[in-house]
């Protein structure tokens, strides 16, 4: 939740309460746009009709409603209102609220955009689930429903007296802004894509002893770790696979530790990593992974298909304990996995298990890279066009967030998106998932350089 401090007073021109860098943080999910105020509910009155008289025939707006307990919040619709009585289709209409400060985006469930919102004479609506400026009062009412999946204590603190009700114009920038130019930069092509697969096929560890890099998947329940490992087979495989089970559950769904190698082709040869995954981290103790299993797992005493068990820890077998795993057998990159979508809604105690993971694999000198997925779930920009993802602000400023939650350099955060509901490949969604697994490999590459001081093995 975002607390205001300053609350402008409105003179002959209409001002807006969204500070410069709130304003900036919404158009980071619209793309390159500019907002212009219309409706303004503490000038015009929180009634139907003057908010009609200035949001009318407007094209796509942007609605920001402020509350009693200091929650920003609101709406966007690409419809423009008419009070047309019809229901509105609109895949792109999607609810938000400032989280800290940034705006978390809840889109339409998927199936429901025939029902984004009901366009009649009445005030605002979201999916005739949100109601603002409710009976011409400064209101809010929450009908219920699951045409928006949002928690109503998360998004505005269960309060539904508003203090404040802004509508912006929502238009396209017709010029390049700075913010266009990427702050990374990827080359979107097939021939770029060829080139990283030849240099993972090529790639070789360079220590002699290991054939293949290890790299361990870590990350809370449903954030996209075995979906990462699909996606990878995917790309390799050149058709979509699912051989990881993934989904969605209130627990894990996977429930034991896989290592699971990659194919370069159905007949082709293994490709030199092998990405292993484990059961989702789960906030409370005694669930989901655990601290315990996953330095065992470090330090290669796990073996694959081992089935975990939440409320006692890996014990190692007496004999192979009692020498320490080779080099090959170990762990040589760690992978944290999070859900773009989830960052900010991290609970504190979820930070701490990580952070006691970060302890633990720091000790060891083991690489490690934070992988955000859903990144297309995150901002409405990306989803239409994975493309822009260097060119969201929001993203940017989602990578910064987890990077500063987690402890880790900004330089070590890869976004991507990994397959869910495709059917088939897409170019720009393998060339980011290449380009991960290229850093990874030069990460673990890192590791073993580092290593190999010690161990006197390099090529
Ligand atoms: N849109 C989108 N959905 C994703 C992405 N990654 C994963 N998903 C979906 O998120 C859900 C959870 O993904 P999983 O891969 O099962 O997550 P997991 O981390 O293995 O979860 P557990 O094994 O339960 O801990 C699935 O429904 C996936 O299709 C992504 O990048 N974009
Ligand atoms: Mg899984």
């Known amino acids: 939740m975002y607390k205001r401090q300053v609350r402008n007073v409105p003179t002959d021109a209409l001002t807006s309460d969204l500070s410069e860098e709130q304003r900036k943080q919404l158009c980071g999910l619209l793309g390159n746009v500019d907002l212009t105020l219309l409706y303004k509910a503490s000038v015009h009155g929180y009634t139907a009709s003057a908010f009609h008289q200035r949001c009318d025939r407007q094209g796509p707006t942007l609605l920001v409603a402020y509350n009693r307990s200091g929650y920003i919040f609101g709406g966007y619709t690409s419809v423009e209102y008419a009070q047309s009585g019809q229901q509105i289709t609109d895949p792109d209409i999607f609810l938000f609220s400032f989280q800290g400060n940034v705006p978390v985006c809840i889109k339409i469930t998927s199936g429901y955009t025939g029902n984004a919102r009901l366009d009649d004479t009445g005030g605002p609506n979201f999916g005739q689930q949100l109601y603002f400026c409710y009976s011409n009062q400064p209101l809010l009412l929450n009908q219920g429903g699951s045409i928006f ?10 309060d539904t007296q508003l203090t404040e009700c802004e509508v912006y114009k929502v238009e396209q920038c017709s010029q390049i802004s700075a913010e266009e130019k990427p702050w990374r930069n990827v080359l979107w092509t097939a021939e770029r894509k060829d080139e990283l697969m030849e240099s993972i096929r090529n790639y070789k560890p360079l220590m002699k002893s290991v054939s293949r890099v290890r790299i361990l998947m870590i990350g809370p329940v449903g954030a996209g770790k075995s979906s990462f490992f699909n996606s990878i087979n995917s790309v390799f495989m050149g058709r979509i696979t699912s051989k990881a089970m993934s989904g969605s559950a209130g627990t894990s769904l996977t429930t034991q530790f896989r290592t699971y190698p990659v194919k370069d082709g159905r007949e082709g040869k293994p490709l030199p990593f092998v990405l292993c995954d484990t059961m989702g981290l789960e906030e409370q103790s005694g669930a989901g992974l655990d601290i315990d299993d996953i330095s065992s797992i470090l330090q ?142 030069n990460f673990a590459d890192d590791y073993l350089d580092d290593v190999g001081h010690t161990e006197s093995d390099p090529i």
């Open 300 to 441: 290669g005493h796990v073996p694959d298909r081992y089935k975990f068990n939440p409320t006692t820890a890996f014990q190692p077998d007496e004999k192979k304990s009692s020498r320490p795993a080779s080099l090959q057998e170990k762990i040589h990159c760690v992978v944290y996995v999070i859900d773009a979508t989830k960052i900010s809604i991290m609970s504190s105690k979820l930070e701490e298990k990580l952070a006691a993971i970060r302890k633990k694999v720091n000790s060891l000198g083991i690489a490690q890279i934070v992988l955000l997925t859903k990144v297309d779930e995150a901002c409405p920009l990306v989803e239409e066009d994975l493309q822009s993802l260097y060119v969201s602000s929001y993203i940017k400023t989602k990578v910064q967030e987890v990077s500063s939650r987690l402890g880790v350099p900004v330089s070590c955060v890869l976004p991507v998106k990994n397959y869910s509901q495709e059917l088939e490949l897409e170019l720009n969604c393998d060339v980011l998932l290449l380009n991960a697994i290229q850093q990874m490999l």
């Open 149 to 158: 999946s949002f928690n109503a204590a998360i998004m505005y603190g269960n």
